[in-house]
């Protein structure tokens, strides 16, 4: 069965403090994985789409990186406002030609000034 | 450009009702898919459309319908509530199938 699995549940940082969320994944064949951010009360918002073990991509104080097994959100010196839900998604192929996205549970970060 | 639009953002209905919901994706998007969000249970796929077609359906039972129209807008119903169903309903629209999903802001439903 296709599962996401995104720890830690919750993670507590200091402004400027770096650190990763982890998304480990079971899919029948990868089409892609995905990051988003939700903030309370609001629809995820689209970051990165990744395809390909090796894979990087930037945007600000966000990286996310794609091994075969695994995905992570790096966040180097955060901001309070990056305080969020961080969402991880995969397509798997085995669902055929459909973009339904499998979630984890999603990472609760809070960084604190 | 305008983002996925939903209507309403909140709505309070009895069990037993039933409620229609609706989204607007962005132009030009021609796939649209609809999910339940609950606190326990996370972000569940509920169905997906194509070209006014239902390409994929989730484990839901048979009281969620969905339909797409020509213009790519998308409608959701629930019949029969339950106490259950209260969660938020999310719509996210691709440009076409298996790329990109972009989400709106969702309908926070209340079954009371």
């Known amino acids: 069965e296709d599962q996401v699995t995104q720890s830690p549940e919750a993670l507590r940082l200091q402004e400027g403090e770096s650190s990763s969320l982890n998304c480990s994944y079971t899919v029948s064949g990868l089409r892609g994985l995905f990051w988003y951010r939700q903030d309370p009360g609001k629809g995820p918002e689209f970051l990165f789409t990744l395809y390909s073990a090796g894979e990087e991509k930037e945007k600000e104080r966000l990286k996310a990186t794609l091994t075969k097994k695994e995905s992570f959100l790096h966040i180097t010196a955060p901001k309070p406002e990056d305080s969020a839900t961080y969402l991880c998604a995969v397509q798997a192929r085995g669902s055929g030609n459909t973009g339904k996205l499998i979630f984890g549970q999603g990472t609760t970060l809070q960084v604190k000034p | 450009k305008a983002g996925v639009t939903q209507t309403p953002r909140y709505l309070i209905k009895t069990r037993g009702q039933q409620v229609t919901l609706s989204c607007s994706p962005i132009?030009?998007?021609?796939?649209v898919s609809w999910y339940q969000q609950t606190p326990g249970q996370g972000l569940q796929f509920l169905f997906e459309y194509f070209s006014e077609t239902q390409r994929n359906k989730g484990n839901f039972p048979g009281r969620f319908s969905g339909r797409q129209f020509s213009n790519s807008r998308s409608e959701m119903n629930v019949s029969t509530l339950e106490l259950g169903d209260s969660a938020l309903y999310l719509c996210?629209?691709?440009?076409?199938?298996?790329?990109?999903?972009?989400f709106g802001q969702g309908t926070r439903l209340t079954v009371v």
């Open positions: 132009s030009g998007h021609r796939s």
């Open positions: 996210a629209s691709s440009l076409q199938v298996a790329t990109e999903a972009f």
